[in-house]
């Protein structure tokens, strides 16, 4: 039996962005260098939600990109190095830049690191920085958050689901335990 309990409902998780548009635009002295990165799926969404609250706290548009993992994952047996066949778009370059890569969930750093491959692939930035809505822990790698919209600290039964309008028709975090 699973036992389903709300985290953060569609308020939560608009507070969560604005006030992490507000710390990416203080941490950055502006926004000028900026180029917001979503992961697919989830993170792309973010990604846009996070740029239009930075335009309405700054007056001015940011960048946003989306980057698909898939090829880069570690758990993935066959790769292909044609970094051309990925489903990812920057539309700009990346070159010089402070990127910041957003994803829904932050869990063992994974797909962060295959992220990152998978941006160096396609320019040199000057800094990456990371924006997670939920931050749930067990990292396997090295990698920490700059930005999180909230810290969940979970046991590695549970599992955080992200649900997003463009995606799922509802803005709400869940967690899931087996009891």
Do not use: C, F, W
């Not at 710390?23 to 502006?30: K, P, S």
């Not at 990604?47 to 698909?68: P, S, Y």
């Not at 396997?140 to 549970?158: A, F, M």
Request: charged share 35%; hydrophobic share 40%.
């Amino acid at each position: 039996m699973l036992d389903v309990k709300e985290i953060m409902d569609e308020k939560a998780i608009g507070r969560a962005l604005t006030r992490l548009a507000h710390e990416v635009i203080e941490r950055n002295e502006g926004v000028d260098e900026v180029v917001l990165v979503g992961i697919k799926t989830r993170g792309i969404y973010l990604a846009n939600r996070l740029a239009m609250r930075i335009k309405a706290i700054e007056n001015k548009e940011v960048a946003v990109g989306e980057l698909d993992i898939t090829l880069y994952r570690d758990d993935l047996k066959q790769k292909k190095n044609d970094a051309d066949q990925i489903d990812s778009i920057l539309p700009i370059s990346i070159e010089s830049k402070t990127v910041i890569l957003v994803d829904d969930v932050l869990y063992t750093g994974r797909t962060i690191r295959a992220a990152m491959d998978a941006l160096m692939d396609r320019g040199r930035p000057q800094r990456i920085q990371l924006a997670v809505l939920i931050d749930r822990g067990h990292r396997e790698l090295p990698i920490r958050p700059d930005y999180i919209g909230k810290n969940v600290p979970t046991s590695r039964e549970e599992e955080i689901a992200v649900q997003l309008s463009e995606v799922d028709g509802t803005d709400t975090v869940m967690i899931q335990s087996k009891s």
